[in-house]
């Protein structure tokens, strides 16, 4: 049997999860900014990118391409903390 794609997944978890799931995304997507941004400043040269850009663009355009790990961080964490949180939203019965 085959997954799901990444997208369906997510909304999936953000579905059972909530707020939890959103919160843990757009986290990621923080620090994953933050810290291309830090060493972008630092002067870590990433490839395909223009001076021009700036340090947040470059850094947002890095942030994208890593777009499909952040989903798999936010689809293995959000279990975790909804557990940790006590914040899974209750399953609904099944209607075939």
Do not use: C, N, W
Not at 1 to 14: G, T
Not at 15 to 38: M, P, S, W
Not at 65 to 88: C, D, E, H, W
Request: proline residues 5%; aromatic residues 8%.
């Amino acid at each position: 049997m085959e997954k799901p794609p990444l997208k369906a997944r997510l909304k999936a978890v953000i579905d059972q999860y909530g707020r939890v799931a959103i919160i843990t995304y757009f986290a990621i997507f923080g620090l994953a900014l933050l810290g291309f941004a830090v060493a972008a400043h630092f002067g870590v040269q990433l490839k395909g990118t223009s001076g021009a850009a700036g340090t947040l663009g470059i850094a947002y355009a890095a942030t994208k391409v890593t777009q499909p790990l952040r989903i798999l961080a936010t689809l293995a964490l959000t279990p975790v903390l909804g557990r940790l949180f006590g914040s899974q939203k209750a399953t609904a019965p099944r209607v075939d």
